[in-house]
T-cell receptor, first 115, second 110 residues
């Protein structure tokens, strides 16, 4: 069990550029989640996949954000035309089953700074 | 939606002291988890505890679901316990969305 891994760990970009983050979940976990965390706040849910299907998206996920999990394994989160308000830690997590009966495991996060 | 509130918002301890962190939730929850976020930002599971009491070394947690709160006890604190502690819950039919509390920032001084 190698844990949830995320790449890159840090990204600095200029406003208007596109960025993409990658997440590799724990291998036997079929559920994958993206959260966003801003300074001084708890993580906020963005979206969730069961296998390759994106089953829920938060209203926080504007049309500049897109997430995919093409083969039900790794996932990518792309932000187009970044804005300074997008600066945050983007956290990926995975679980074996539903969260009402099981645990959620987080990666180390990808910190985005938009200048 | 459900509100998850934590207290105290921050806490400073001397090494070796004990502490209790509290999590209150506004509605019945299906699941409750406690996490520790280390200074590098990673969230580490401490407990999955929808009800009852669990212990893991110097840490223990109790959830009283009928009274809508959970407690995290840290005994004989160490500097490595520093960081932010979050509780998070699922509720109702939203079985795949953890709602996080506001966090407690703990600083353990040597």
């Amino acid at each position: 069990d190698t844990g949830v891994s995320q790449d890159p760990r840090h990204k600095i970009t200029k406003r208007g550029q596109n960025v993409t983050f990658r997440c590799d979940p724990i291998s036997e976990h079929n559920r994958l989640y993206w959260y966003r965390q801003t300074l001084g706040q708890g993580p906020e849910f963005l979206t969730y996949f069961q296998n390759e299907a994106q089953l829920e998206k938060s209203r926080l996920l504007s049309d500049r954000f897109s997430a995919e999990r093409p083969k039900g394994s790794f996932s990518t989160l792309e932000i187009q035309r970044t804005e300074q308000g997008d600066s945050a830690m983007y956290l990926c997590a995975s679980s074996r089953g539903q969260l009402n009966t099981g645990e959620l495991f987080f990666g180390e996060g990808s910190r985005l700074t938009v200048l | 939606g459900i509100q998850v509130e934590q207290s105290p918002p921050d806490l400073i301890l001397q090494e070796g002291a004990n502490s209790t962190l509290r999590c209150n939730f506004s509605d019945s929850v299906n699941n409750l988890q406690w996490f520790h976020q280390n200074p590098w930002g990673q969230l580490i599971n401490l407990f999955y505890i929808p009800s009852g009491t669990k212990q893991n070394g110097r840490l223990s947690a109790t959830t009283v679901a009928t009274e809508r709160y959970s407690l995290l006890y840290i005994s004989s604190s160490q500097t490595t316990d520093s960081g932010v502690y979050f509780c998070a819950a699922t509720y109702g039919g939203a079985t795949n969305k953890l709602i996080f509390g506001t966090g407690t920032l703990l600083a353990v001084q040597p």
